[in-house]
């Protein structure tokens, strides 16, 4: 996991600052991850 992290950085050049990431976590994979729980729990009943 650290090597895939590390050639991404490499690859853009990008720097991935403690405040961009957690936006991104808050921002992109949080929500999708709930609106797929909720999805499932959904199917289930």
């Keep these: 996991m650290q090597f895939i992290s590390n050639n ?3 690859k ?3 720097n991935f ?3 961009n ?3 991104f976590i808050d ?3 949080f ?3 709930t609106a797929i729980i909720s999805y499932i ?3 289930k009943n």
């Design 17 to 19: 600052e403690k405040d």
């Design 27 to 29: 921002n992109i994979i």
């Design 12 to 14: 853009y050049n990008v």
């Design 41 to 43: 729990t959904k199917k």
């Design 21 to 23: 990431h957690s936006y």
């Design 31 to 33: 929500p999708s991850i």
């Design 8 to 10: 991404i950085k490499l």
